[in-house]
């Protein structure tokens, strides 16, 4: 149990997330909710490559005869993480424009059609 | 956005500078220590960010073009597919300049080294194409937003 | 009443996360590694430099980074493109 304490705290981000996009009804409220899911995935895919006692895997001045943490997972979560920061802009523009036309950023608001 | 007070804008001037040099040392590295082209690309805009916010989004676009940093965004895409391209003699995104003695192609030193600026083949040509793309996407992106959120605001307002 | 069927729903679904956290695998001990033990041995030898990471992202997996780019790119123009006509 205490050793899968990572895994916990990925499944409590990830939780707060879907908690958030179920309950809430403000676009801003529901964009945070997504970057809580997407922190946990990157966290988790982290989590996944990690070996107990290892180093980072960069030979600059490391210390010689010890083990390596898995570097693919490094590399997708890297760039996983470009790809939330493009979908996040995108989504609060969205949102910016949600509240310059209609006025309100709430969702039930937002769903009467008011032109 | 407005401008922020005279003891932001003074710590701006101090950092701002700085913010952008370590971002390129983390580009030009990305080879040898953490970081690469995302990364260094990221404190860059970050940088961008934080003039934009301490000087208003009026005031910061006398220095900060929004056309320039879209040029250098079509510049680095540009730049790295045809780095992807031009190993396509043997494969795609072949690393054609490593262990090859020219260009960043000296060997490296197998095992725990010092690190070798010279090393590393397309990689860090890579790193500066991708970099720059981050950096002038990111800044294009803040500055959209804040010139948009500028509109919204005074419209509101009349 | 429909917040009553969202909340026990969700509530499922999180005591599902929760005990398939802890019944996961131990944390620290990966267990199929053949392919990443090949990238830490041959990297240096095969691409020339000395951060794994950077030559799995540049060399080994450099079409992924391409769609990363180019995905980035897009969301640029679809953010530009969005407030197009809001002027100044």
């Known amino acids: 149990m205490i050793g899968n304490l990572p895994y916990v705290a990925v499944v409590i981000f990830v939780g707060l997330g879907i908690y958030t996009l179920m309950f809430k009804k403000n676009l801003i409220k529901i964009a945070i909710g997504v970057v809580l899911i997407e922190n946990g995935v990157n966290l988790f895919l982290i989590t996944l490559g990690y070996r107990k006692g290892a180093i980072a895997p960069i030979y600059t001045y490391a210390p010689s005869g010890q083990a390596m943490v898995l570097p693919t997972p490094q590399a997708l979560t890297l760039t996983s993480i470009v790809i939330g920061i493009a979908t996040t802009a995108l989504i609060l523009s969205v949102a910016m424009m949600i509240y310059k036309h209609y006025g309100t950023l709430d969702t039930d608001e937002v769903r009467r059609l008011k032109g | 956005m407005k401008e922020m007070s005279r003891i932001v804008k003074t710590v701006t001037n101090f950092v701002y500078g700085f913010i952008i040099i370590f971002g390129f040392y983390i580009i030009a590295h990305g080879h040898l220590t953490p970081g690469g082209g995302f990364q260094g690309g990221a404190v860059v805009g970050s940088a961008f960010a934080l003039l934009l916010i301490s000087y208003g989004s009026l005031n910061s676009k006398k220095f900060l073009k929004k056309d320039i940093l879209s040029l250098f965004e079509g510049f680095g895409l540009i730049l790295f597919i045809v780095l992807g391209f031009s190993g396509l003699g043997i494969t795609f995104f072949y690393n054609f300049l490593a262990n090859s003695g020219g260009w960043f192609g000296n060997a490296a030193v197998i095992g725990v080294n010092p690190g070798n600026m010279n090393t590393g083949g397309v990689i860090p040509l890579m790193n500066i194409a991708v970099g720059l793309e981050v950096l002038s996407a990111f800044g294009v992106i803040v500055l959209t937003m804040a010139s948009a959120a500028e509109f919204t605001k005074k419209k509101e307002n009349s | ?88």
């Open chain 3, 1 to 88: 009443m429909k917040k009553i069927i969202f909340g026990i729903a969700f509530i499922i679904f999180f005591s599902f996360l929760i005990v398939s956290a802890i019944n996961m695998r131990t944390f620290g001990e990966p267990t199929y590694s053949e392919m990443d033990d090949y990238f830490i041995e041959n990297a240096q030898s095969e691409t020339g430099a000395n951060n794994v990471v950077t030559s799995v992202v540049f060399d080994y997996r450099g079409f992924d980074t391409l769609g990363e780019a180019t995905v980035l790119f897009t969301a640029v123009v679809g953010v530009v493109a969005l407030f197009r006509g809001v002027k100044k």
